[in-house]
């Protein structure tokens, strides 16, 4: 069975446009995804009138009667205020959007698991702890086969090229460790942000001995911060198995959300491959419901 999944990213309240975020939520409704996940920097200096109107939005979405599953970014740390920053430094995070770190959702064909990788001291590249590791192997560990294994970061678990003469990001911290107990854990998809830029590539051609995973990373979906002139953006999944999954980008033009790239990637048993989807295809028929 299809999980169709909305993975929007970076939609930082404080420093967004309010007509995109209209839009999102518009689009979402029309669209019915299966599960909505957010992965991080809901707000832009985890002010609390920022994240009352970030709760607003995640209350309206899980109004529409979605699943939704966040994990917190750097921006959901205060930067400024330095009490706050080192001993609550998520308290705003867990008060309005989710008291839980480490969501969890599982259906028929899909388990996914967040994990948060914003700290206080690593401010903006973000860090993976041993007993969070742990989380990832223990967690899929009992999860059937035959199902799609997702994990969700806001700080991307690889080195990518970001830069318009395509430099390489930093990854999370302890980003070696984390990508071997992804490898351990079986996951098949990893999904990230941060960087507000989109991006898709096999695991394996990031790092050698990552594993089977396709990394898979939304834009900021609402944010008025681009990186590389990128426009909003969120991605559309279509998960069919844990070796067939089709990614849809979704782009602002300006006016309204419109499709845009569409890859369905396979996996060979060793490789994920992805080949582009005309838009006039059977495939692109039903991925853009
Ligand atoms: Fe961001
Ligand atoms: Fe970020």
Known sequence: MTARIAHLSDIHFGANDPRVVAATEAWLLKHQP????????????????????????????????????CVPGNHDVPLWNVARRFLSPLGRYRRFIDNDLCPWFESASVAVLGIN??????????RINDDQMRMIEDRFAHVAPDK??????????????????????????RHDDAVMAMAGAGVHVALAGHFHQTYAQA?????????????????TATSTRFRNDERQSFNWLHVHRNNDVELQVIAWTGESFQRGNHIRYGFDGREWRGVPVGHDSPSAKAASR
């Open 148 to 173: 799609t294994r997702i994990l969700v970061t806001h700080h991307p678990l690889f080195s990518m090229p970001i830069g318009k003469g395509g430099e390489l990001s930093e990854a999370v911290g």
């Open 34 to 69: 299966d599960l909505v996940i957010i992965s991080g920097d809901l707000t832009q200096r985890a002010r609390v009138a920022q994240f009352r109107e970030a709760a607003a939005y995640v209350n309206r979405i899980r109004a529409m009667g979605f699943p939704l599953l």
């Open 117 to 126: 990788t914003a700290r206080s001291l690593t401010f903006k590249d973000g």
């Open 203 to 219: 695991a394996r051609k990031m790092v050698e001995h990552a594993g089977p995973a396709l990394v898979m990373q939304a834009g």
